[in-house]
């Protein structure tokens, strides 16, 4: 595997899912794998989950791994190709990356949508430099546009806790203070189209994702309807991807409760986290014997292993 930011980069869906119960089942047992590697994780944006599990699969597969957290550890990074770097950026990322790419054998970036440019975002400039220029595989800890490695875990949990063969599975938005980027309801879109679920997205009008993200998927805009018989409610929060990156609605209706939860088939509770309480979900949801989101977290480790266990595999 040569980049990880798409569900078609992992293959056959079963079998990932096999080799992440294999790798859940015996997180050890691939040491040899990671012996005198290393993977550099570059972070441009603040992170809990992704950098401590990545940190964590690495060293589970025996690999030494590097973090740098860009603007704060190292020189501020210019991305963008063909400017006069008069301001305060010190270095471009056409030296950075092959510096990078020749201290380490897998490299991984987080760099989030900044809303100025669509297509450019939306053309994942920023990571698909480091695919070019690194000579190393790359792995999306959220990028632009997608957060594969989240959804590659949610798959994981919805695998293990479905009583379903088919289980129904709601995306819904919910309302935050700040215009958050389309990253993660993107890829959990494109996983769960790829996926053997009844997948349907519930959002307020003016947030239908990007036709390459939303597919097939059926788009309800009456959350109460959407949630009727649902197996797995996944709320999320995102901006406007037709008005690029604006907050158009705030309308607490949406926030995930009691109410909503009581029409579906005693669906479990997911989000990627970090979540803001009682604005996203109210306490009673997250709190709830239905709230899976710390094990749905506790496998971002089991995705991330399995992404660079493939990754050392074709070095
Ligand atoms: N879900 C997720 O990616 O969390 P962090 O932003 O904390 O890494």
């Known amino acids: 595997m040569k980049s990880f930011l798409h569900v078609q980069d992992i293959g056959d869906l079963g079998r990932a899912l096999a080799e992440a119960r294999e790798v859940k089942a015996s997180p050890f047992a691939w040491q040899h794998l ?16 992704t950098r401590l599990s990545s940190q964590k699969a690495a060293l589970n597969l025996g690999m030494n791994p590097i ?14 190709l063909g400017v006069v770097m008069d301001g305060d950026k010190s270095e471009h990322l056409r030296e950075a990356i092959p510096v990078i790419g020749s201290y380490c054998d897998i490299i991984g970036v987080r760099s989030f949508a900044q809303f100025v440019d669509r297509e450019a975002e939306y053309a994942e400039t920023i990571i698909n430099q480091f695919v ?17 490695c989240q959804a590659f875990a949610d798959l994981i949990t919805i695998d293990e806790y479905k009583t379903k063969s ?11 203070p ?9 890829s959990f879109a494109e996983w769960m189209n790829a996926a053997d679920v009844d997948f349907v997205i519930t ?34 929060n995102w901006s406007s991807y037709s008005d690029y990156g604006k907050i158009l609605s705030m309308d607490m209706n949406w926030t995930v409760g ?13 989000h990627c986290l970090p979540v803001r309480r009682n604005m996203i979900v109210t306490d009673e949801v997250i709190d709830s014997p239905r709230s899976i989101v710390i094990p749905e977290a506790a496998n971002r480790v089991v995705s991330a292993q399995v992404v660079m266990k493939r990754m050392l595999e074709s070095l």
């Open 178 to 186: 700040r215009a958050l980027p389309q990253a993660v309801p993107n």
């Open 67 to 80: 973090v740098l957290n860009v603007n704060g550890d190292s020189w501020k990074l210019e991305t963008e």
């Open 132 to 148: 070019e220029y690194s000579g190393k595989p790359v792995i999306s800890l959220e990028s632009a546009t997608v957060h594969p």
């Open 34 to 49: 990671g012996h005198n590697k290393t993977i550099i994780l570059v972070f441009f944006n603040s992170s809990l989950r």
């Open 258 to 270: 009691a109410r909503q939860m009581a029409v579906t088939d005693n669906a479990y509770f997911m």
């Open 203 to 236: 959002c307020p009008h003016g947030y239908e994702l990007a036709p390459q993200f939303a597919g097939n998927a059926r788009v309800e805009y009456d959350q109460m309807k959407a949630f009727e018989g649902a197996d797995f409610i996944y709320a999320k």
């Open 166 to 176: 088919r289980p129904k599975v709601v995306l819904t938005w919910a309302p935050h």
